[in-house]
């Protein structure tokens, strides 16, 4: 049994009779919650193909050979929910805009380049920046914008609001 695994999290066993060796993407079975980790059967067994490693990996198992790996092993790469699958790329396409700010507080801001030690002087430098971010925001919402030839772009039904209620307000 050689069980691998790349960066991404994806589970692979190698069918070691073939020469050259071949890779085969385990079948995700599920995650345990009692057990805290995500189960992976043999891909011959659960697709039904025949494999010339099936004696060797599997023996008299019926199910076939089965993995189970702790999430706290390595959480990032081994989630409750695989990356590979649909109901993650679903879940993740939610994120988009939440990773856009994730990335421009880590990137820009260097929130993840290790000069903010401790847990307290984090979380106020996070806070601070989320707080400079949404004042640029906010002046970025009440900005006049240019009206000439270069777009179609206009206001927002929510800027076209505050736009009003601030020209209401110094009226």
Same mark, same amino acid.
């Given at each position: 049994?050689? +069980? ?7 589970? &692979?066993? %190698? ?12 079948? &995700?079975?599920? &995650? @345990? ?6 189960? %992976? ?5 659960? @697709?039904? /193909? ?18 189970? $790996?702790?999430?706290?092993?390595? #959480? ?14 679903? +879940? &993740? ?13 880590? $990137?820009? /801001? *260097? ?6 030690? *401790? ?17 640029? !925001?906010? +002046? #970025? !919402? ?5 009206? *000439?030839? +270069? ?21």
């Amino acid at each position: 049994m050689h +069980l691998v695994h790349d960066e991404a999290g994806t589970v &692979y066993c %190698y069918d070691t009779v073939s020469d050259p060796p071949v890779r085969h993407r385990m079948a &995700y079975l599920g &995650y @345990e919650h009692d057990r805290a980790c995500v189960k %992976y059967r043999c891909p011959a067994r659960h @697709e039904g /193909w025949d494999c010339p490693s099936e004696e060797k990996c599997n023996g008299p198992r019926a199910a076939g050979l089965s993995a189970r $790996i702790p999430c706290e092993l390595d #959480l990032r790469r081994f989630p409750p929910i695989p990356r590979a699958t649909k109901q993650f790329e679903r +879940l &993740y396409k939610g994120r988009t805009a939440v990773e856009r700010v994730n990335v421009r507080l880590k $990137i820009f /801001w *260097g929130a993840d380049d290790g000069n903010v030690t *401790g847990a307290r002087r984090f979380h106020g430098f996070v806070g601070a920046v989320l707080v400079v971010q949404l004042a640029f !925001a906010t +002046l #970025l !919402a009440q900005a006049p914008r240019w009206e *000439g030839t +270069l777009g179609t772009t206009r206001l927002g039904p929510i800027a076209e609001a505050l736009r009003e209620a601030r020209t209401a307000e110094a009226a």
